[in-house]
Nanobody, 131 residues
Framework: QVQLVESGGGLVQAGGSLRLSCAASGRTFSSYAMGWFRQAPGKEREFVAGISWSSSNTNYADSVKGRFTISRDNAKNTVYLQMNSLKPEDTAVYYC????????????????????????WGQGTQVTVSS
């Protein structure tokens, strides 16, 4: 498994921006698809965005399309989530996740993304958007 550490969370006003980072350990990071999930208080963890190992394919939840951008730098073993036009409903703990077994890569285009598609998780970073 790969170890993941998120950073970049914080408090921001509605309409503002934040960029989350997720640093990964291990030499095989560049071969994994990566994803971001979030969990708001009292709600289940939900998929936010995913990116293929080569960055050629990205995938977003409808709720964040046009506002969030996922990217990665394989040379730095880091995946990013740029979040613009933030809304109070974006408030959540954000987690990055790695798909080392290929489950997400082989399925995201025909069914809903699942937590179980990813096998390594970070500890999460809090994002709070005030109105």
């Amino acid at each position: 498994q790969v170890q993941l550490v998120e950073s970049g969370g914080g408090l921001v006003q509605a309409g503002g921006s934040l960029r989350l980072s997720c640093a990964a350990s291990g030499r095989t990071f560049s071969s994994y698809a990566m994803g971001w999930f979030r969990q708001a208080p009292g709600k289940e963890r939900e998929f936010v965005a995913g990116i293929s190992w080569s960055s050629s394919n990205t995938n977003y939840a409808d709720s964040v399309k046009g506002r969030f951008t996922i990217s990665r730098d394989n040379a730095k073993n880091t995946v990013y989530l740029q979040m613009n036009s933030l809304k109070p409903e974006d408030t959540a703990v954000y987690y990055c996740a790695a798909d080392s077994k290929g489950y997400y890569s082989r399925s995201y285009y025909y069914r809903k993304v699942r937590e179980a598609d990813f096998d390594s998780w970070g500890q999460g970073t809090q994002v709070t958007v005030s109105s």
